[in-house]
């Protein structure tokens, strides 16, 4: 090789790194973030929670028919949908919206007597169920008659166990309206125009920022700080709270960074030149699992409280950095209130 040739191979070695570092990141339209969340998360996601809904409705009936070991097969099957259903809960897009099935699968905290209310209601006349209200309604109920301490086993209450029974097949029917609405939400994903571009990325930060809003204050601040009566945590009564908290987490991530070569948040921003933007919110991120990591099983002990001071502490962080960095970098108007999308 001449001199020329060497030279020339000495500056391409130093200016690719630096060429690679200031290449521009690919353009990513948020209609690329939505459809390819929905393909590699929401869709799939809805059609595994029920399908494991319909499992724990089977392992119920098998439980009001006196099978030896039904109710503790319902219980592993109820932990199964819980989780299913947490990693599933912060990101409310498409079908979820438009069929309001969190409201009517996940309505928590739990309220024991309108439950029992109802398991009498339903006992009397089987067939009239629009009067059951939501919050008699969904997982959380199911955890009620399944776990609470208080209950006999429900084999011993068939009234209850019919109703446990109903609750999973009500539950199941609602999941069923939100999968079937998935391909008609991903197609029109691909003909979407600037104004629909413009409403995805506004509606899709704001979801985000309500979303890490529910995991600060509805699952962590209210219920260990509550106005009366001991702090209950989701899912306290079957042990499966943290490890609820780590599935919300990992669907909320997936929201904001994607994975596996698929999209997030982050991207689009990257793709419009917020770089430093984006890797502040990669950083916060790994801060709140840091912290998440950091909290203990049961986390709503009084020794656990340093703990869960710092999760939420690195929660509204997070939460400031999408409300008000992120909103405005990408031109976004923040109006997402609590409880907008469950």
Not at 84 to 104: C, H, K, S, Y
Not at 270 to 280: F, K, P, V
Request: with cysteine.
């Amino acid at each position: 090789m001449g001199a020329a040739h060497r030279l020339a191979a000495l500056l391409l070695a130093l200016v690719a790194p630096f060429a690679a570092a200031t290449a521009p990141a690919p353009y990513v339209m948020p209609s690329q973030w939505m459809a390819a969340l929905t393909d590699a998360h929401l869709a799939p996601g809805y059609a595994e929670l029920g399908e494991r809904v319909a499992a724990l409705g089977a392992a119920l009936q098998a439980t009001c028919a006196g099978q030896p070991g039904a109710q503790a097969a319902a219980r592993v099957r109820w932990r199964e949908a819980q989780l299913a259903l947490r990693a599933l809960t912060p990101l409310p897009f498409g079908p979820v919206l438009e069929t309001r099935v969190l409201r009517r699968i996940d309505f928590w905290p739990t309220r024991p007597a309108q439950i029992e209310r109802s398991i009498a209601q339903y006992a009397q006349n089987p067939a009239d169920t629009a009067r059951i209200g939501l919050s008699a309604r969904g997982l959380p109920a199911i955890e009620y008659l399944l776990f609470d301490s208080g209950r006999a086993p429900l084999a011993e209450h068939p009234a209850a166990c019919r109703y446990a029974v109903w609750l999973a097949h009500d539950a199941a029917g609602a999941l069923a309206d939100t999968t079937a609405g998935w391909p008609a939400w991903r197609a029109a994903l691909a003909d979407a125009d600037a104004e629909r571009e413009a409403r995805l990325i506004g509606d899709g930060i704001n979801i985000l920022i309500g979303s890490t809003e529910l995991l600060r204050l509805k699952y962590l601040e209210k219920p260990l700080r509550p106005r009366s009566g001991p702090a209950e945590s989701d899912a306290w009564r079957s042990g499966a709270a943290r490890d609820g908290l780590l599935a919300y987490f990992a669907g909320l991530r997936a929201g904001l960074q994607g994975g596996e070569g698929r999209p997030g948040l982050t991207a689009v921003m990257r793709g419009r030149g917020l770089l430093a933007l984006g890797e502040r919110i990669d950083a916060q991120l790994d801060a709140v699992g840091v912290a998440l990591d950091a909290l203990p099983g049961d986390f709503a002990d009084e020794a656990a409280r340093p703990a869960a001071d710092a999760l939420m502490t690195e929660l509204g962080r997070l939460q400031r950095l999408l409300a008000e960095d992120v909103a405005e970098a990408m031109k976004v108007t923040v109006g997402f209130g609590e409880n907008d999308g469950d």
